[in-house]
């Protein structure tokens, strides 16, 4: 997974420990600190270095701010894994979510998976947001037909609700 972190201290400490509490225990967490000016770098150095998973946690900091797109290409340049995950600093993951994603890329060779989200609003409450059917796409421009046919069926693109074959992302990107 990778993780910009600039001026988010309000929010690092649940993202980082529902990252770091997956059900898979092969997982490298890269977090790139960006230079804010609030204390969040150093929450998530007190996690890294007191969470039993903390060793997952790879620090990755920028020389100066360079914004949440450098942050992301800077994670693309760094991750070593076969599959990548884009986790923002205000969001968070259930336990079972990267396991979950990587059972079904793995058993359906795919290169990309989605996963449904909610909205977890501050007060606690929560609602479906994106709720995707089970459903496998292959061939050439699956996707984008799926799409297109399903007109009515809004699959809002986000870059943190995918799991990534890694080689994909590299092979598809300049």
Not at 55 to 70: D, L, P, T, W
Not at 127 to 137: A, I, Q, S
Request: a negative charge; hydrophobic letters at 40%.
């Amino acid at each position: 997974g990778r993780m910009p972190v600039f001026n988010v201290a309000d929010y690092v400490h649940a993202s980082l420990t529902s990252a770091l509490n997956q059900d898979m225990d092969d997982i490298e967490i890269l977090v790139i600190d960006d230079c804010g000016t609030d204390s969040a770098m150093d929450i998530v150095r007190e996690i890294q270095a007191t969470h039993p998973k903390g060793g997952c946690i790879r620090i990755i900091k920028h020389e100066n701010n360079k914004g949440v797109a450098e942050a992301r290409n800077t994670f693309l340049r760094m991750a070593q894994g076969k599959y990548l995950f884009f986790l923002d600093s205000d969001d968070l993951i259930t336990p079972t979510a990267i396991s979950t994603l990587y059972l079904a890329a793995e058993a359906e060779g795919a290169e990309l998976t989605y996963g449904s989200t909610n909205v977890k609003e501050m007060d606690g409450s929560e609602f479906p947001y994106f709720v995707l059917p089970k459903l496998t796409l292959s061939g050439k421009n699956a996707l984008v037909n799926y799409i297109y046919r399903n007109l009515q069926q809004n699959i809002p693109y986000y870059v943190w609700n995918i799991l990534y074959l890694s080689s994909f992302v590299h092979n598809n990107t300049t």
